[in-house]
């Protein structure tokens, strides 16, 4: 028998993950669908669109444009911008950034 890892989904209605219990989607949960997309940044985006309306609906104590960028902002930027555990969220120099075009 084949040892899937868990699934990372979030619980609702306060969208943390149903596993390590951080803010969904997870770090786990962002490798799990970068992987299943297999990068590519289109359907990763579609997929996770679809958990918006939903999302602004449950989620309190955040605006609609942080709840966005939570759930979809993550997907375009770089991977070490969100794969490192225990990040700053500190962008390198010459890296990207939300006021950069």
């Known amino acids: 028998m084949t040892d899937y890892p868990a699934l990372h989904g979030p619980s609702r209605p306060d969208w943390n993950c149903l596993v390590c219990g951080d803010p969904w989607p997870c770090l786990a949960r962002k490798r799990q669908l970068k992987e299943l997309c297999r990068c590519n ?3 990763l985006v579609r997929y ?11 989620i309190t104590g955040m ?4 709840i966005t960028d939570r759930i979809v902002g993550w997907c375009a930027r770089p991977l ?3 794969a490192v555990e225990g990040s700053t969220g500190a962008v390198p120099e010459g890296r990207w950034r939300r006021d950069q075009p």
């Open 41 to 43: 940044v289109r359907t």
């Open 48 to 58: 996770l669109t679809s958990y918006l309306p939903d999302a602004h609906a449950e």
């Open 63 to 66: 605006s609609s444009a942080e």
């Open 80 to 82: 070490e911008m969100w």
